[in-house]
């Protein structure tokens, strides 16, 4: 099956187990959808989450800056370390004004969103012209079915890995790569928690109170 692949010796099973879902999204959207270029900025809304860690260190890896946001202090600390070039800790701030301050009132070229809702309709507002929103999902929120319409060349699509693997199923060779990068320490896959499978629930729980920084895993 394309979705079994060898990992280097330096690479962790559970470092192995959290990366894929994480950092293919990440890769692929950015890619595809997001078309993010060296020098670009990058908004990535929830930016403490699997996809949130990965796409920094991505968009770092490629050249391009980075605005993440997040809800405390602390996890915006981590978020520079890993390599986002400013952060918005949403708890005391509201995330649009300090957008426009960091890309003086320009807007970010790409945005990553994942919360959907209120958040999803004011994150069209943060795009430059020509910028381009990808959603993964609304983990708090809908999201409009159809694309809304935009000006001055921003658009807005939904991105999803599994459709794009379908449609795509050698491009799952790129795991290959990231495998390699994380293997020399140049990706960290960030594991928040672990919870036994017989713990579902409490793992479901600690993701909806949003306290994770990471990927949060179930063992067996």
Known sequence: AFEVRPTPDAVT??????????????WFGLKTDGN????EWLLVQGGSSGVGTAAIQIAKHWGAKT???????????????LGADATIDVSQNDFLPEVMRVTNNRGVDVLLEMIGGEVYQK????????????????????????PPALTE??????????NYLKAKP??????????????????QVIIGKSFPLAETRAAQRYLEGREHFGKVMLTM
Do not use: Y
């Not at 099973?13 to 990440?26: G, I, K």
């Not at 605005?67 to 370390?81: C, F, P, Q, V």
């Open 13 to 26: 099973s559970a470092q192995a187990a959290a990366l894929p879902t994480a950092f293919l999204t990440a």
């Open 36 to 39: 993010l270029k060296t020098g």
């Open 67 to 81: 605005i993440a946001t997040t809800g405390s202090e602390e996890k915006a600390h981590r978020l520079r370390k």
């Open 123 to 146: 994150s069209l507002q943060a795009l430059a012209p020509g910028g381009r929103l990808f959603s993964i999902g609304g983990a708090f929120g809908a999201i409009p079915d159809s």
């Open 153 to 162: 060349g921003r658009k807005a699509t939904r991105f999803s890995i599994t």
């Open 170 to 187: 050698d491009d799952f060779k790129q795991l290959d790569e990231i495998l390699k990068l994380v293997a020399k320490k140049k990706f």
